[in-house]
């Protein structure tokens, strides 16, 4: 299986479905529509393309793009013939919920649980959706990048010190 072979399976079984594609150091990277990207996963999981292996679910903040602030990327993987695939979907951060993928994926569900505890995104339908590394108590979500990375009224550090 090739890049072009799937980009073309995928845009003409979802034509309104993939907002852009890419192919960053040789690896096809689709961004779906939020709403569209289940319907997507369980095509590509049972059509003769079988890409039937979920690697990784993770969360993704870019704060500086409203519309786009929040991501879910969805890693997959042919095991037969080593294809993989990476796909893409961003929300505003006020509307940060996406379909779960554990009916589809058993693993999905600590990938799932995992990406909400540090970014916050919701996942419609997960059969158990709450904190899985974090303190229940904590009150904010650790990965969004809202905080400074370090304390500016410390004065035992530099930044010459670290070379910038």
């Given at each position: 299986?090739?890049?072009?072979?799937?980009?073309?399976?995928?845009?003409?079984?979802?034509?309104?479905?993939?907002?852009?594609?890419?192919?960053?150091?040789?690896?096809?990277?689709?961004?779906?529509?939020?709403?569209?990207?289940?319907?997507?996963?369980?095509?590509?999981?049972?059509?003769?393309?079988?890409?039937?292996?979920?690697?990784?679910?993770?969360g993704i903040h870019y704060p500086e793009n409203?519309?786009?602030?929040?991501?879910?990327?969805?890693?997959?993987?042919?095991?037969?013939?080593?294809?993989?695939?990476?796909?893409?979907?961003?929300?505003?951060?006020?509307?940060?919920?996406?379909?779960?993928?554990?009916?589809?994926?058993?693993?999905?569900?600590?990938?799932?649980?995992?990406?909400?505890?540090?970014?916050?995104?919701?996942?419609?339908?997960?059969?158990?959706?709450?904190?899985?590394?974090?303190?229940?108590?904590?009150?904010?979500?650790p990965m969004l990048k809202e905080y400074r990375?370090?304390?500016?009224?410390?004065?035992?550090?530099?930044?010459?010190?670290?070379?910038?």
């Amino acid at each position: 299986m090739t890049n072009e072979f799937v980009l073309e399976a995928i845009t003409r079984e979802f034509p309104e479905s993939v907002i852009s594609h890419d192919t960053p150091y040789d690896f096809l990277t689709l961004e779906i529509k939020k709403e569209d990207i289940k319907k997507v996963i369980h095509h590509l999981r049972d059509s003769s393309l079988q890409i039937n292996f979920l690697t990784d679910i993770c969360g993704i903040h870019y704060p500086e793009n409203p519309e786009k602030e929040l991501g879910v990327i969805y890693h997959l993987h042919n095991m037969m013939t080593n294809f993989r695939i990476r796909l893409k979907v961003f929300m505003p951060r006020e509307n940060a919920e996406v379909d779960t993928m554990t009916d589809l994926y058993a693993g999905a569900n600590w990938m799932e649980r995992e990406t909400f505890d540090f970014y916050g995104i919701k996942f419609k339908g997960h059969p158990d959706l709450r904190v899985i590394l974090n303190m229940e108590d904590l009150g904010y979500h650790p990965m969004l990048k809202e905080y400074r990375l370090e304390d500016g009224t410390r004065t035992d550090k530099d930044d010459k010190m670290f070379g910038r």
